[in-house]
T-cell receptor, first 112, second 116 residues
Framework: EDQVTQSPEALRLQEGESSSLNCSYT??????LFWYRQDPGKGPEFLFT???AGEEKEKERLKATLTKKESFLHITAPKPEDSATYLC?????????????FGGGTRVLVKP | GAVVSQHPSWVICKSGTSVKIECRSL??????MFWYRQFPKQSLMLMAT?????????EQGVEKDKFLINHASLTLSTLTVTSAHPEDSSFYIC????????????FGPGTRLLVL
């Protein structure tokens, strides 16, 4: 069964304390993996798209990496404004309509 | 970057009335848009895939007669919640895909619906 699992479910960090979020997937054919950030009461904000194993992308304090089985979102020296829920989503080759399959999300709280 | 808007952002209605939510891609054309529903502290649940000029594809368990979707142009999709009831109260979010089947979905800001 195709699955997308994010861990941990919640993460409490001190400002400046770097950490990584995990998104593991078991799909037969990956078309793309997407990371989004969602603030309470708002729609998800696009962060990164990764298409092939070994690919890496960076934006400010965030860096996303991809292997054949999982993706990591690294947060370096986080600030309180990085507090949000981070969502991972997969577009599978066999998915009808090319829809996304989402993980459950990781809620990140960065304390000053 | 690609921008998707939704209108309205908040709507309160009486039970039995219909509510229309608009989703627009502002700076790109989208042949495919998606409608999601999100419950508190849960991830997004796909309701339907909206294709320009054709009928929407609904996910299992979603009533197509209750949630009417129209995608009349490459920049606009609408979701109409017909005969709304309190259990339809939720956060509805649309997305528009830029590019082909591997393209990125960009999300709107969401619409909070409260049915009294």
């Amino acid at each position: 069964e195709d699955q997308v699992t994010q861990s941990p479910e919640a993460l409490r960090l001190q400002e400046g304390e770097s950490s990584s979020l995990n998104c593991s997937y078991t799909v037969s054919g990956l078309r793309g993996l997407f990371w989004y950030r969602q603030d309470p009461g708002k729609g998800p904000e696009f962060l990164f798209t990764l298409y092939s194993a070994g690919e890496e992308k960076e934006k400010e304090r965030l860096k996303a990496t991809l292997t054949k089985k999982e993706s990591f979102l690294h947060i370096t020296a986080p600030k309180p404004e990085d507090s949000a829920t981070y969502l991972c989503a997969v577009n599978m080759i066999k998915a009808a309509g090319n829809k996304l399959t989402f993980g459950g999300g990781t809620r990140v709280l960065v304390k000053p | 970057g690609a921008v998707v808007s939704q209108h309205p952002s908040w709507v309160i209605c009486k039970s039995g009335t219909s509510v229309k939510i608009e989703c627009r891609s502002l700076d790109f054309q989208a042949t495919t848009m998606f409608w999601y529903r999100q419950f508190p502290k849960q991830s997004l649940m796909l309701m339907a895939t909206s294709n320009e000029g054709s009928k929407a594809t609904y996910e299992q368990g979603v009533e197509k007669d209750k949630f009417l979707i129209n995608h009349a142009s490459l920049t606009l999709s609408t979701l109409t919640v017909t005969s709304a009831h309190p259990e339809d109260s939720s956060f509805y979010i649309c997305s528009a895909r830029e590019g082909g089947q591997s393209g990125t979905q960009y999300f709107g800001p969401g619409t909070r619906l409260l049915v009294l």
